[in-house]
């Protein structure tokens, strides 16, 4: 067998040159030098032997371990100084057949109860005891060619051939001329992990050939005795769960099939249940999404990922809904702890909370959404490729830099803890992220040019880019429902013709006030008011955002909050000829909120937007007759203005490239790993 590191112990016991060693370090400290060795190095030797016995981890080499020896404590004491020399002189005293067979031999009496009352040194169960006898009954098993192979890997080993003697050993019992005495485990190879080991990290890094192919070895290895080993929708699973991840729908459509037929044929229930699960998962053709039945071996995963079904728009069910299904996934899955008597994976549990953290930042909940991220953060492990971690860290990019905090985003996002480890699927999602927050940062400061010349074409493969969604374009892809309804006001009110935008707007009301997403319906709020405006409704609309105005100046959301401060200042200038009111008294009032307005315009880089309100600001302060303020507004107009024509002429910019081609350098290394 070769040996991997962090594989687990082989179950067939093969004699390797390292375990000569470790044999003669407990013959040494035992036998020898037993009771002469001063405890400071005694157990600076046991936390040595310990770790090579339970090979946990690779082996060290004959030099590596003298070097340990040579770092011990205690170094002046001649016992110590005569056993380090005794075992460095060890592949001398070794050359031949005979002195390999009177050196493993000498071993029996240290867990051979002694005559008498008198125990041996050590037990036969200890884990030192035990591998005397390991190592002891492997040797007696050897043939003479076997142990002259043992001899010449050992004495290569130690002359620093570290490949000596770590071979697979071949089981024919044809041509098997090592063993003297055989067992059942000499009769035939069994499984192994490494197979499985490079199938994953094929999949990890996108190779399409070792991957499926090392996964085929795996499984085609003998398991148990019988005759079909009944595991081959296994293989299919996996290959099905590797298709989805990358969206090729297509082609796991196609192996589903396959694996319900083979799970059926071999009364494999619970591959059976994981088949039907995925093919729930997979888009449906009428859009409608498929639940699942609880059953009593679906797994509580499948039922959380029913509640991001119901998170999309088109379900067209509220969010209630999705509560309660989330309800059910965590009651779900105690049951299963439970019943099943494991232990709860970390990974499955912080999921539950990834998934609370998404439908509160939906519902507008932003402060417990965070509360639900900060858990999932504080509780996995860094340089992993958890996806739980990495969609929490997204997504609070993502709210990050709607909210201006364009840098704090791109800096959370490409600092190496976050990006070590990802598999090339999950780099996917990293890169198509930072794509999407540079196109954000872009289209708001109106960089139409350098968008189309150096962005769009480095757009990530698995990219769902929506023109619409940053630029007011005539694109035929829609958006999901009520925003691209949303996206039609806007447009409509862009030129001029809001009027005609009515119908959408009410639909989108009505759909996000029912389906619960606040954060979609006090924008619709806005828009309302604003198209208000349109019909001299200039009261009915102040009101109508001043219900609203307390949830946005939290700042959640700083581009709602800013229009709606826009918005609700033309409303009060509108009304400024109330008979209750003088005039000045409501041009004064509304000088708050369009600062707040310019304020979070200039602060999320919309200087075109910032230009408008700067106007209205000049012609506030003109009429009340506010001479040094309105100047300066001027001042700040010109900026803007001046830093609009400097973004639409600039064909470049400098940090934009610089990210790209790091995120591009993290590729290249995640996929050479």
């Given at each position: 067998m070769d040996y991997k590191p962090g594989s687990p112990p082989p179950g067939h016991n093969v004699l390797?040159?390292?375990?000569?060693?470790?044999?003669?370090?407990?013959?040494?400290?035992?036998?020898?030098?037993?009771?002469?060795?001063?405890?400071?190095?005694?157990?600076?030797?046991?936390?040595?032997?310990?770790?090579?016995?339970?090979?946990?981890?690779?082996p060290a080499t004959h030099q590596q371990i003298v070097d340990f020896l040579k770092g011990a404590p205690r170094m002046n004491d001649l016992n110590v100084h005569n056993f380090i020399l005794a075992f460095e002189s060890a592949p001398k005293q070794l050359t031949n057949v005979a002195q390999l067979t009177g050196f493993f031999h000498s071993a029996t009496p240290l867990y051979t109860d002694k005559s008498g009352d008198e125990p041996s040194i050590l037990f036969r169960r200890s884990p030192f005891g035990f591998f005397c006898r390991r190592c002891y009954t492997g040797f007696s098993r050897l043939a003479f060619y076997g142990v002259m192979e043992l001899l010449k890997d050992y004495q290569s080993w130690c002359a620093g051939d570290t490949k000596a003697g770590y071979g697979p050993v071949e089981k024919d019992l044809l041509t098997g001329d090592i063993w003297l005495f055989t067992t059942m485990s000499d009769y035939g190879s069994t499984a192994h992990p490494q197979a499985f080991e490079a199938w994953e990290k094929g999949r990890d890094t996108g190779d399409n050939v070792i991957g499926p192919e090392n996964l085929r070895r795996y499984f085609e290895q003998m398991f148990h005795t019988?005759?079909?080993?009944?595991?081959?929708?296994?293989?299919?699973?996996?290959?099905?769960?590797?298709?989805?991840?990358?969206?090729?729908?297509?082609?796991?459509?196609?192996?589903?099939?396959?694996?319900?037929?083979?799970?059926?044929?071999?009364?494999?229930?619970?591959?059976?249940?994981?088949?039907?699960?995925?093919?729930?998962?997979?888009?449906?053709p009428t859009g409608v999404p498929v639940l699942n039945e609880i059953q009593p071996d679906l797994h509580p995963l499948e039922v959380l990922y029913d509640v991001a079904k119901l998170l999309q728009p088109q379900s067209g069910q509220p969010l209630t809904l999705a509560f309660e299904k989330l309800a059910h996934a965590i009651g779900l899955?105690?049951?299963?702890?439970?019943?099943?008597?494991?232990?709860?994976?970390?990974?499955?549990?912080?999921?539950?909370?990834?998934?609370?953290?998404?439908?509160?930042?939906?519902?507008?909940?932003?402060?417990?959404?965070?509360?639900?991220?900060?858990?999932?953060?504080?509780?996995?492990?860094?340089?992993?490729?958890?996806?739980?971690?990495?969609?929490?860290?997204?997504?609070?990019?993502?709210?990050?830099?709607?909210?201006?905090?364009?840098?704090?985003?791109?800096?959370?996002?490409?600092?190496?803890?976050?990006?070590?480890?990802?598999?090339?699927?999950?780099?996917?999602?990293?890169?198509n992220m930072i794509w999407h927050i540079l196109a954000l940062r872009i289209s708001r400061r109106g960089q139409r040019r350098l968008f189309h010349d150096f962005l769009l074409p480095r757009q990530p493969s698995s990219s769902t880019f929506v023109s619409k969604e940053y630029f007011f374009d005539d694109c035929t892809t829609p958006l999901p429902p009520m925003g691209d309804e949303l996206h039609q006001v806007m447009s409509a009110r862009r030129r001029g013709q809001a009027v005609t935008a009515i119908q959408p707007l009410l639909q989108s009301l009505w759909n996000s006030e029912f389906q619960g997403r606040f954060p979609l319906y006090r924008l619709g709020i806005v828009l309302l008011a604003d198209v208000g405006l349109e019909f001299g409704m200039s009261k009915y609309c102040r009101s109508l955002i001043e219900g609203i105005l307390p949830q946005l100046l939290p700042g959640h959301e700083v581009e709602y909050r800013a229009l709606a401060c826009y918005t609700l200042g033309r409303c009060i200038i509108a009304s400024s000829d109330s008979e209750h009111c003088p005039a000045a008294a409501e041009l004064r009032s509304s000088l708050p909120h369009l600062l707040m307005a310019e304020e979070d315009y200039v602060h999320l880089e919309m200087f075109e937007a910032a230009s408008d309100v700067q106007w209205l600001l000049m012609v506030v302060y003109h009429n009340l007759g506010m001479t040094a303020e309105g100047a300066a507004v001027y001042e700040r107009y010109n900026c803007s203005t001046a830093k609009v024509r400097m973004y639409e002429e600039s064909p470049v910019d400098e940090e934009a490239e610089r990210v790209w081609t790091l995120v591009t350098d993290v590729g290249v290394q995640l996929a050479g790993r």
């Amino acid at each position: 067998m070769d040996y991997k590191p962090g594989s687990p112990p082989p179950g067939h016991n093969v004699l390797r040159p390292h375990h000569v060693d470790v044999f003669a370090m407990i013959l040494l400290a035992f036998k020898e030098f037993h009771g002469k060795l001063p405890q400071q190095f005694l157990l600076y030797i046991y936390r040595f032997l310990i770790v090579e016995v339970s090979e946990a981890v690779q082996p060290a080499t004959h030099q590596q371990i003298v070097d340990f020896l040579k770092g011990a404590p205690r170094m002046n004491d001649l016992n110590v100084h005569n056993f380090i020399l005794a075992f460095e002189s060890a592949p001398k005293q070794l050359t031949n057949v005979a002195q390999l067979t009177g050196f493993f031999h000498s071993a029996t009496p240290l867990y051979t109860d002694k005559s008498g009352d008198e125990p041996s040194i050590l037990f036969r169960r200890s884990p030192f005891g035990f591998f005397c006898r390991r190592c002891y009954t492997g040797f007696s098993r050897l043939a003479f060619y076997g142990v002259m192979e043992l001899l010449k890997d050992y004495q290569s080993w130690c002359a620093g051939d570290t490949k000596a003697g770590y071979g697979p050993v071949e089981k024919d019992l044809l041509t098997g001329d090592i063993w003297l005495f055989t067992t059942m485990s000499d009769y035939g190879s069994t499984a192994h992990p490494q197979a499985f080991e490079a199938w994953e990290k094929g999949r990890d890094t996108g190779d399409n050939v070792i991957g499926p192919e090392n996964l085929r070895r795996y499984f085609e290895q003998m398991f148990h005795t019988n005759n079909d080993s009944g595991i081959r929708q296994n293989a299919l699973l996996n290959l099905i769960r590797m298709h989805y991840v990358r969206k090729e729908y297509a082609a796991a459509s196609k192996l589903l099939q396959e694996a319900i037929a083979v799970a059926r044929t071999c009364g494999d229930r619970v591959t059976l249940q994981h088949c039907i699960s995925m093919l729930h998962r997979l888009p449906a053709p009428t859009g409608v999404p498929v639940l699942n039945e609880i059953q009593p071996d679906l797994h509580p995963l499948e039922v959380l990922y029913d509640v991001a079904k119901l998170l999309q728009p088109q379900s067209g069910q509220p969010l209630t809904l999705a509560f309660e299904k989330l309800a059910h996934a965590i009651g779900l899955y105690n049951s299963w702890v439970d019943l099943r008597r494991i232990s709860p994976h970390e990974r499955e549990r912080l999921g539950l909370n990834a998934m609370q953290a998404v439908l509160w930042s939906t519902l507008g909940c932003h402060g417990l959404a965070k509360v639900d991220e900060s858990i999932v953060q504080a509780f996995s492990r860094w340089g992993d490729d958890d996806p739980n971690r990495l969609n929490s860290l997204l997504n609070q990019a993502h709210r990050m830099a709607r909210n201006g905090l364009y840098e704090d985003a791109l800096i959370s996002l490409v600092q190496p803890r976050t990006w070590r480890g990802l598999s090339l699927d999950l780099y996917q999602e990293w890169a198509n992220m930072i794509w999407h927050i540079l196109a954000l940062r872009i289209s708001r400061r109106g960089q139409r040019r350098l968008f189309h010349d150096f962005l769009l074409p480095r757009q990530p493969s698995s990219s769902t880019f929506v023109s619409k969604e940053y630029f007011f374009d005539d694109c035929t892809t829609p958006l999901p429902p009520m925003g691209d309804e949303l996206h039609q006001v806007m447009s409509a009110r862009r030129r001029g013709q809001a009027v005609t935008a009515i119908q959408p707007l009410l639909q989108s009301l009505w759909n996000s006030e029912f389906q619960g997403r606040f954060p979609l319906y006090r924008l619709g709020i806005v828009l309302l008011a604003d198209v208000g405006l349109e019909f001299g409704m200039s009261k009915y609309c102040r009101s109508l955002i001043e219900g609203i105005l307390p949830q946005l100046l939290p700042g959640h959301e700083v581009e709602y909050r800013a229009l709606a401060c826009y918005t609700l200042g033309r409303c009060i200038i509108a009304s400024s000829d109330s008979e209750h009111c003088p005039a000045a008294a409501e041009l004064r009032s509304s000088l708050p909120h369009l600062l707040m307005a310019e304020e979070d315009y200039v602060h999320l880089e919309m200087f075109e937007a910032a230009s408008d309100v700067q106007w209205l600001l000049m012609v506030v302060y003109h009429n009340l007759g506010m001479t040094a303020e309105g100047a300066a507004v001027y001042e700040r107009y010109n900026c803007s203005t001046a830093k609009v024509r400097m973004y639409e002429e600039s064909p470049v910019d400098e940090e934009a490239e610089r990210v790209w081609t790091l995120v591009t350098d993290v590729g290249v290394q995640l996929a050479g790993r």
